[in-house]
């Protein structure tokens, strides 16, 4: 049921991401930093589609005319974009495929990264070995690197975990220990969430639970790009 497309000649995949039920958040007690990942709650998504990779820079190319980024490569993902950047680029992207792409929900995001319901209770996307699957500055030299060349989790999907964060769609707020179904995020803020951890920082901000957060306007440098979810039709 994956996607698999092309736009202006580069191809990408949409995994399928059946939907279910799981606890967002983390119990753990050592992150006392990241007072933010709790409580853990109830969270029921429905089906939806989400990006094998990230957007590569070929990809924004395609779509954009241009290259933002720092670091010029074909198959790195996309950075230095803002939020508003990428609301521009989907909505371009929609006008060239006549669909309805979108920045994943934070719960999404999240339920993906874990796995889905395939999920085998790992502590970075695929893995509890953060060398198998992401790049982060245990193993980087600050830059990023091609996506697809880790292991990928247990969706098929590469990358959640380090080579860049990814903006979400939803305003950053607290969590609420109710349950939600395809929670939406806050109705307003001054952040919008970012995920997965980035090639510049250490390897806890790579856990599937660490929650980022930066202004629309910010462009976070090399450290920042995005990843395509569509919703099932």
């Known amino acids: 049921m994956n996607k698999k497309l092309i736009v202006n000649g580069v191809p990408f995949t949409m995994i399928y991401v059946e939907g279910g039920t799981f606890m967002m958040g983390t119990q753990e007690e050592w992150c006392e930093g990241n007072a933010h990942e709790h409580p853990s709650h109830r969270v029921t998504l429905d089906s939806y589609y ?33 939020w508003d950047d990428c609301q521009e680029f989907v909505g371009k992207l929609n006008k060239l495929t006549g669909m309805n792409f979108r920045l994943p929900t934070e719960a999404e995001w999240e339920y993906a990264a874990r796995g889905g319901s395939k999920s085998k209770g790992y502590l970075y996307s695929g893995s509890n070995d953060l060398n198998e699957v992401g790049w982060y500055w245990g193993n980087m030299d600050l830059t990023t690197e091609d996506v697809a060349l880790k292991k990928p989790n247990e969706l098929g999907i590469y990358d959640m975990s380090g080579n860049v964060y990814e903006w979400c769609q939803d305003w950053f707020g607290d969590y609420s220990p109710l349950p939600q179904t395809n929670p939406q995020g806050p109705s307003e803020g001054a952040y919008h969430v970012c995920r997965g951890g980035c090639m510049c920082l250490p390897g806890y901000c790579c856990r599937v639970t660490d929650r980022g957060l930066s202004r629309p306007d910010d462009h976070m440098k090399r450290c920042i790009g995005l990843r395509l979810a569509l919703s099932v039709d």
């Not at 005319?65 to 950075?79: A, Y």
Request: charged share 20%; hydrophobic share 35%.
């Open 50 to 82: 989400l990006a094998e990779t990230e957007v590569t820079q070929e990809l924004w190319q395609a779509v954009m005319g241009s290259n933002p980024s720092s670091t010029k490569r074909i198959q790195h993902p996309v950075e230095n974009v803002t």
